[in-house]
């Protein structure tokens, strides 16, 4: 349960997906002068050294943001994330979604990060630091369920398992359900993988059944490596803020027209 860490995974194409859109979403939701709750269930350490033996060991960075860095326009929320980060930090720098997010954010704004492994919480610790926020080392769950609904009310949920517990793919339609009965305005994002056999499907009916007005995105690619299971990303949106889908369909644009030819 706590062997996964996302150095192995960062900066492939699910996180091309699942970041361009976080980004958008919150540059979106900061432009109204008034403060929001930023939550993260499964933060991991917040950056990343893509220059890693274990990141180069997987390839997946190189079939990720190195090839899909071209694709988005200088003004987008994500590209800039990224130039700032790699400006502080060097060119082979990519930051998880809790620092996308806290580069986002301004100073009215809060953040709540949770992350379970002792090792990738230290560093989420040491990485996060400068920008402030609360980090608890616990279960991600239990702090969505106890913290939700937060203060100020108006927020973004980011729910990102690394589904290693392979019960989440049952009990995150319950979940997820418990929290917007508490959290009414809260926009709430999973991300989920999709994988060859497709266990995903039966948990977004479940979703979909329980929560009709939110909605899934997803996105297909090649394997990053012979035999490798994740074919694609999902997000599941509640709440999803305006212009959400527009937004959503150009990066489906996007991820088609650039690996039509290697699908």
Not at 36 to 62: C, F
Not at 68 to 95: C, E, K, M, N
Not at 137 to 146: E, H, R, T
Request: glycine share 8%; with cysteine.
């Amino acid at each position: 349960m706590l062997s996964y860490q996302h150095i192995y995974h960062a900066g492939n194409l699910a996180d091309v997906h699942k970041h361009s859109l976080l980004a958008w979403a919150l540059s979106y939701m900061t432009r109204k002068d008034k403060p929001l709750s930023y939550l993260e269930t499964h933060a991991g350490r917040g950056l990343y050294d893509l220059s890693d033996d274990a990141a180069l060991k997987t390839g997946e960075a190189a079939k990720g943001i190195k090839i899909a860095r071209d694709w988005f326009a200088p003004d987008h929320p994500y590209l800039q994330t990224l130039a700032r980060i790699t400006s502080v930090h060097g060119p082979t720098a990519y930051p998880g979604s809790p620092l996308i997010a806290a580069e986002g954010l301004r100073p009215m704004d809060s953040i709540h990060l949770s992350e379970l492994h002792p090792q990738e919480f230290a560093a989420l610790q040491a990485n996060m630091a400068p920008y402030g926020g609360v980090f608890r080392q616990k279960n991600g769950w239990d702090m969505a369920l106890s913290q939700c609904p937060p203060e100020p009310r108006r927020g973004l949920l980011l729910i990102d398992p690394s589904f290693e517990v392979k019960a989440d793919y049952q009990t995150i339609p319950k979940t997820i359900t418990q929290i917007h009965r508490k959290w009414g305005v809260g926009v709430i994002m999973l991300w989920y993988p999709i994988l060859t056999d497709a266990p995903h499907k039966p948990m977004i009916r479940a979703l979909q059944d329980a929560l009709p007005d939110a909605g899934a995105h997803e996105v297909r690619f090649p394997p990053a490596r012979p035999g490798h299971r994740m074919v694609g990303s999902g997000l599941f949106v509640v709440n999803a803020p305006y212009g959400f889908a527009e937004e959503a369909a150009r990066i489906s644009a996007l991820f088609q027209d650039q690996l039509s030819h290697l699908m």
